[in-house]
Antibody, heavy 122, light 111 residues
Framework: QITLKESGPTLVKPTETLTLTCSFSGFSLTTDGVGVGWIRQPPGKALEWLALIYWDDDKRYIPSLKSRLIITKDTSKHQVVLTVTNMDPVDTATYFC??????????????WGQGTLVTVSS | QSVLTQPPSVSGAPGQRVTISCTGSSSNVGAGFDVHWYQQLPGTAPKLLIYANTNRPSGVPDRFSGSKSATSASLAITGLQAEDEADYYCQSYDSRLSAWVFGGGTKLTVL
């Protein structure tokens, strides 16, 4: 059974850096084809994919935010970390950690963490 | 403005059939990338409902089905139940944006 859980601050100030940790179990991030990603959802709005890290350490970022995002993994700790720099109130959202499977770019997000709400406010 | 277009809302009475459309373009659905569907119950994380256009993960009732053609996809729900009231999102990959993209979401109301 795959489980993922997000952890990190619930409140950050504008211009600060957000660091979120995804702790997972039930799979290995060294297995061919596996990826772990981050998706966010502003209150009352749609889902937005942010970043994905593959088993081979290849990384993908949403182009519009690429300069502000860093995704890393620690396979021994079964963790993936997302860093978002220069936070702004528009970044207020629930951030979800997801397990990704599938072929090439036609992949789905088949397991989700419960999400963590991050509010950006001074 | 989402890359994949969904109707904001649909509704149906218990037992009825409803469909939710997801319209893309030649850089995503029309380029052959698979469409996946997610169900988000109020206050919870999304759950994968349909993957690779037509496939149901284990545990998803066969009342839910997906289809894809040209630049669009559809989610059909038959035998509507009160517990189906949720937001539904389609998702694919866009080669022009080099990003995984979601539709704007459709709120299903069971009357």
């Amino acid at each position: 059974q795959i489980t993922l859980k997000e952890s990190g601050p619930t409140l950050v100030k504008p211009t600060e850096t957000l660091t979120l940790t995804c702790s997972f179990s039930g799979f290995s991030l060294t297995t061919d084809g596996v990826g772990v990603g981050w998706i966010r959802q502003p209150p009352g709005k749609a889902l937005e994919w942010l970043a994905l890290i593959y088993w081979d350490d290849d990384k993908r970022y949403i182009p519009s935010l690429k300069s502000r995002l860093i995704i890393t993994k620690d396979t021994s700790k079964h963790q993936v970390v997302l860093t978002v720099t220069n936070m702004d109130p528009v970044d207020t959202a629930t951030y979800f950690c997801v397990h990704s499977a599938g072929v090439g770019s036609s992949r789905q997000f088949d397991s989700w963490g419960q999400g963590t709400l991050v509010t950006v406010s001074s | 403005q989402s890359v994949l277009t969904q109707p904001p809302s649909v509704s149906g009475a218990p037992g009825q059939r409803v469909t939710i459309s997801c319209t893309g373009s030649s850089s995503n659905v029309g380029a052959g990338f698979d469409v996946h569907w997610y169900q988000q119950l109020p206050g919870t994380a999304p759950k994968l409902l349909i993957y690779a256009n037509t496939n149901r993960p284990s545990g998803v009732p066969d009342r839910f089905s997906g289809s894809k053609s040209a630049t669009s996809a559809s989610l059909a729900i038959t035998g509507l139940q009160a517990e189906d009231e949720a937001d539904y999102y389609c998702q694919s990959y866009d080669s022009r944006l080099s990003a995984w993209v979601f539709g704007g979401g459709t709120k299903l109301t069971v009357l």
